[in-house]
């Protein structure tokens, strides 16, 4: 089972970025996959998951209405656009195959987004 992110950098406030996880390994269009991101000094936070068919999707509040997850299930990828960044949203963002109860058993490298003018 392999997930690598990519898509990362330096943006301004204001900006975007759209961030692609590959996966291999695995039947990638069984499993729910989550994206998650650490901030510098801080804790892991759950950004957000979509479901195996890309049917259903699910937001932390902190991204709502300015992230959009998806996949293409005949790529293997998935993907999270993120519009209107913030400096708060300045983080390694990662990739995780969920494995239900909010448990994930395979993370990717991560890949890093900086926010700043």
């Known amino acids: 089972v392999q997930l690598v992110e990519s898509g990362g950098g330096l943006v301004q406030p204001g900006g975007s970025l759209r961030l692609s996880c590959a996966a291999s390994?695995?039947?990638?269009?069984?499993?729910?996959i989550n994206w998650l991101r650490q901030a510098p000094g801080k804790g892991l936070e759950w950004v957000s998951a979509i479901s195996s068919d890309g049917g259903g999707t699910y937001y932390a509040d902190s991204v709502k209405g300015r992230f959009t997850i998806s996949r293409d299930n005949a790529r293997n990828t998935l993907y999270l656009q993120m519009n209107s960044l913030k400096p708060e949203d300045t983080a390694l963002y990662y990739c995780?195959?969920?494995?239900?109860?909010?448990?994930?058993?395979?993370w990717g490298q991560g890949t890093q987004v900086t926010v700043s003018s």
């Open positions: 995780a195959r969920d494995r239900g109860l909010q448990a994930y058993d395979y």
């Open positions: 390994g695995f039947a990638f269009g069984a499993y729910w």
